[in-house]
């Protein structure tokens, strides 16, 4: 477990590249939840022009155009500290791109396919149209019980291999969606992948500011401290967005949480 006096690094990878869609919200979230339970914390910056650190507590990472994203996969797999990470257990939450490349391949809008960083059981293909909306979810993952919020905006569809879970069952929005030619599932769709310390998912928002419970999910890990034990943090704000997300004027009718 973390000590209160030594500092959390919370690794933001490839901010350079990866955050066209606000994702790099996701690290000062987890910083700003630290510090209010009497944790330092810093965020560490991990570029394209950056070996990627072994030694950070929990990482980022977050959506962005398909060309980063190809780079950004290439600079993962080459510089293999992402890799030591995970398999130490390290939590890694990984955005719409940023779950898109970390699987086996990926296939971008011109048709080319790229290899992925290979830590996650999926692959990628564009859907039949790009999905742009609010994605809500419930959560499949035996430790979150509050429905998941966010919005997409990706043209990938992801189909999960044996070894990686769902994150959640879509309400409103596509999620993982379906390769275009293949039918939707009847059951719906789901969102995200879970893979050992590795949380995935298509939804912005950014997720962790809409998502508390999953935020301190991903920091009880990192503090290897038992989920929960975190205690919870009254933000009246957060309830408020929540609360407008699901039942908001936005979507009246539909969003029946
Ligand atoms: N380029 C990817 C897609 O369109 C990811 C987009 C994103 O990160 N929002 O599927």
């Not at 990984?94 to 059981?121: H, I, T």
């Not at 569809?157 to 309400?171: F, I, K, W, Y």
Request: glycine share 12%; hydrophobic share 40%; with cysteine.
């Amino acid at each position: 477990m973390a000590k209160r006096e030594s500092v959390v690094r919370i690794g933001a990878l490839l901010p350079d590249i990866m955050s066209t869609y606000g994702d790099d919200g996701n690290a000062l979230v987890l910083r700003k939840r630290l510090e209010w339970r009497g944790y330092q914390a810093e965020i560490v910056p991990i570029t394209l022009q950056d070996a990627v650190p072994e030694s950070c507590d929990i990482y980022t990472l977050g959506g962005g155009e398909d060309v980063a994203q190809i780079l950004g996969a290439e600079h993962l797999r080459q510089s293999r500290g992402i890799f030591r990470a995970v398999e130490a257990g390290r939590p890694l939450l990984a955005v719409c791109a940023g779950l898109q490349m970390l699987g086996e391949w990926f296939q971008v809008a011109d048709g080319s396919r790229a290899e992925g960083v290979g830590l996650l059981d999926i692959t990628t293909q564009p859907q039949s149209e790009r999905s742009i909306g609010e994605l809500t979810a419930t959560p499949l993952h035996p430790q979150l019980q509050q429905k998941l919020t966010g919005f997409e905006n990706h043209m990938g569809a992801t189909v999960l291999g044996g070894d990686a879970q769902p994150l959640g069952r879509v309400h409103i929005g596509v999620g993982n969606s379906v390769p275009a030619g293949v039918e939707p599932p009847a059951e719906g769709f789901v969102d995200g992948v879970v893979q050992g310390s590795i949380i995935a998912t298509y939804m912005h928002g950014p997720v962790l500011a809409r998502n508390p419970e999953l935020a301190d999910y991903l920091l009880a890990q990192a503090l290897r401290v038992e989920p929960g034990s975190l205690g919870v943090l009254d933000l009246p704000v957060v309830d408020k967005l929540r609360e407008e997300r699901f039942y908001g004027a936005l979507h009246p009718p539909r969003l029946d949480p």
